[in-house]
């Protein structure tokens, strides 16, 4: 079976049991060196899989870390490492040495099982919580289509508060759909405020904002929110998410008030 094998921070292989044992006798591979096979959870040191292909002693520069009583032990090299010199991939801790080889895993689409699942699990309602940033989008469109009307207008004078005030919250519900599209956790606040206005809008601004609440505030919402799932959207680029049929009707609900509305702003301009 190939075997793959990390030399200066880069993958190597595959390569034959013979060419491995090869190496292990010139020194190319040591006990320390990250290895991984087909079958194997996860990259392991030599020594761990393979230890009777090795003829040279430990490097040392590759010596264990002294272990402490908050030590955490890194996924990849199993080596301990303080809690602020290792990030969290999933639900594993992985040091800063070993990044590179945890993401050129995930390249080759060796991908933690619970990362995948979690993912899979959460993959509509991300794609829910990302499409109600768009809403956002359309709604301050339609907010910066209203404010240019009142300045157009005859008495625009009398209308300029009303315009500020209405660029005001289009900047808002640009910047919050931003960050809903990039699962910022900030954004459940400005957002959670918007949609509790707009449950006064029956009925269908109820129905919509009464939905974005759900997506915001429930206990996926908290997930999708959260780093460890950012951190799996990394881990699992292969995923794709889909808009919900839902969203696309809320969309299409948007843009006929929205057009309504620009038409009759357009025509009672004109009176």
């Known amino acids: 079976m190939a075997w793959y094998y990390i030399s200066d921070n880069q993958q190597k292989g595959p390569i034959e049991q013979t060419e491995f044992e090869g190496l292990a006798k010139q020194g190319v591979i040591t006990d320390s060196t990250l290895v991984w096979q087909q079958g194997m959870a996860n990259w392991q040191a030599c020594r761990q899989v393979s230890p009777s292909v090795l ?23 199993g080596h301990s490492f303080p809690l602020d010199q290792v990030i969290k991939i999933g639900n594993q801790y992985v040091c800063a040495g070993c990044k590179p080889i945890a993401v050129q895993k995930l390249r080759e689409g060796i991908v933690n099982s619970d990362v995948e699942q979690l993912r899979k699990e959460h993959i509509s309602h991300e794609a829910s919580v990302k499409s109600i940033g768009l809403l956002y989008f359309l709604g301050a469109a339609f907010l910066l289509l209203a404010a240019v009307g009142l300045t157009a207008a005859p008495s625009a004078r009398s209308g300029l508060a009303i315009a500020a005030l209405f660029v005001g919250l289009a900047a808002l519900q640009i910047w919050t759909g931003v960050g809903l599209r990039r699962l910022r956790s900030w954004a459940r606040i400005p957002s959670g405020i918007l949609s509790g206005v707009g449950l006064l809008a029956f009925p269908i601004g109820t129905l919509i904002n009464g939905y974005i609440l759900y997506l915001l505030f429930s206990k996926k919402g908290a997930t999708v929110f959260s780093d460890e799932y950012k951190q799996a959207i990394e881990q699992t680029p292969h995923i794709k998410y889909r808009t919900s049929i839902v969203v696309w009707i809320f969309v299409v609900l948007l843009l006929v008030l929205v057009v309504g509305g620009a038409l009759i702003a357009f025509f009672a301009s004109r009176r």
């Open 55 to 77: 003829t040279t002693p430990p490097s040392p520069s590759f010596a264990p870390a002294q272990a402490s009583s908050s030590g955490v032990v890194c996924a990849q090299c």
